[in-house]
């Protein structure tokens, strides 16, 4: 009973001090995570920074320690910027696509579902990002190959034919579904459109009522309260979700692999550069690229309020 009342002394001290002594508990508060910020994240970034300015050796095949533009300037060619065209297409895709399907979704949520079905809803939303990722790549690619779901309605619908032409589209389509850049598109769509809606949801939710009401009592049509009052202020949401399906697609390399053609994204390279051919100079580079386009991203997000919204 001693020791534990000493104790209890000591930790009641211990909280008076820290009490009387705000910028020592912040202090304590802050440290582990800056350190964990500053060693492990940023101290990560700037070894693979390092990296990118070293070389290959081409009679060795041996990494080169001395910096050097050699690898950038290897980046920087024809093919390997269309690789990061391609992968940057695909992300701002994936996002308009992301945006215009997330916003209705998010908006019946907010403005006209009940209490019931809108827990239905944010649960319809929220379940797929309980399962495994890996299980859902590959259950789409069953869904989209020739002897999958898709096509099988399709045929019962009598819209093969229009199936065979998106699969004839040169760039877009190929021998199936499983096969093609579209389904690539389809995939990344689905994987990441939860993270599109929540933060529209949460935008939408910061709308007062009343201001609706207002534009309503001022005259205002439908059409005009949704383009100039709910649409500017739920903006910064789309913007948020935006950073989130535009970089994840960036980097993503599970989803080109396991559905689509063989056409490379960044996210492949980098993963067949430091793993098969042992380039980890210019998979450092490719990773660079994301980064750079995310800075910028990020950058004009901040000044249309996204991060508001998050």
Not at 158 to 187: N, Q, R
Request: proline share 6%; net charge positive.
């Amino acid at each position: 009973m001693t020791a534990l009342a000493a104790n209890r002394g000591m930790l009641r001290a211990l909280a008076d001090r820290l009490f009387l002594h705000p910028r020592l508990m912040l202090f304590l508060l802050l440290t582990p995570p800056l350190l964990w910020l500053g060693i492990v994240y940023l101290g990560a970034l700037l070894a693979l920074l390092a990296q990118s300015f070293f070389y290959i050796d081409d009679f060795s095949g041996k990494v080169v320690r001395e910096l050097s533009w050699r690898t950038y300037a290897e980046l920087f060619t024809a093919p390997n910027m269309a690789v990061v065209a391609r992968t940057a297409t695909m992300a701002a895709a994936v996002t308009i696509a992301c945006g215009l399907i997330a916003f209705p979704i998010a908006y019946y949520m907010v403005r006209h579902a009940g209490i019931r079905l809108k827990a239905l809803m944010y649960l319809g939303v929220m379940v797929p990002l309980w399962s495994s990722y890996i299980v859902r790549v590959y259950s789409w690619k069953l869904i989209l190959a020739k002897e999958g779901v898709v096509t099988w309605t399709a045929e019962r619908l009598g819209l093969g034919w229009a199936l065979d032409a998106v699969l004839a589209i040169p760039e877009l389509g190929g021998p199936s579904l499983s096969f093609s850049t579209f389904g690539t598109f389809i995939v990344f769509v689905y994987v990441w459109l939860p993270f599109m809606i929540l933060p529209i949801v949460a935008s939408l939710e910061r709308v007062p009522g009343s201001l609706i009401e207002a534009s309503a009592d001022l005259g205002a049509q439908p059409r005009d309260t949704f383009r100039r009052v709910v649409l500017p202020l739920a903006f910064p949401g789309i913007v948020a979700g935006s950073i989130f399906t535009f970089s994840l697609t960036l980097g993503d390399y599970i989803i080109p692999k396991v559905v689509g053609t063989s056409h490379p994204y960044i996210g492949t390279v980098v993963y067949a550069q430091q793993g098969i051919a042992g380039n980890v100079p210019l998979a450092a580079a490719f990773t660079v690229v994301p980064v750079a386009i995310m800075a910028v991203y990020l950058t004009l997000a901040r000044r249309l309020g996204a991060f508001d919204a998050l």
